[in-house]
């Protein structure tokens, strides 16, 4: 496996703003899956919509095509979430945990 791309960084302790970025990025990667998905919905939504009210051949062909985008675009968007997550994962397991200042 590669080298994490953080292994440069001196990882001997984690302050409060290193946690909060991975806490964001961690959110940010979920934002992204939701957007993903929306996108794919309202792609089906318009296919189905468009066939539906079309009268021109080709106009249903656009229709028709928009439904296999919308669920590959829902399908990528779930694959890339679960790629990120694991790397995020991968790289919170290696840095060690904040001290607490008590």
């Not at 703003?17 to 089906?44: K, P, Q």
């Not at 028709?64 to 890339?80: D, E, K, M, N, Y």
């Amino acid at each position: 496996m590669a080298p994490s791309p953080y292994s440069k960084f001196d990882n001997s302790e984690l302050i409060l703003r290193d946690e909060l970025a991975i806490d964001r990025t961690i959110l940010a990667n979920e934002r992204t899956l939701l957007a993903y998905l929306r996108s794919g919905v309202s792609l089906i939504i318009a296919g189905v919509s468009i066939m539906h009210f079309a009268q021109v051949g080709w106009f249903w062909s656009v229709g028709l095509a928009s439904i296999p985008i919308g669920l590959v675009t829902g399908v990528f968007g779930v694959f890339r979430y679960r790629l990120i997550n694991r790397s995020i994962t991968v790289v919170r397991r290696q840095l060690p945990r904040m001290k607490n200042p008590d």
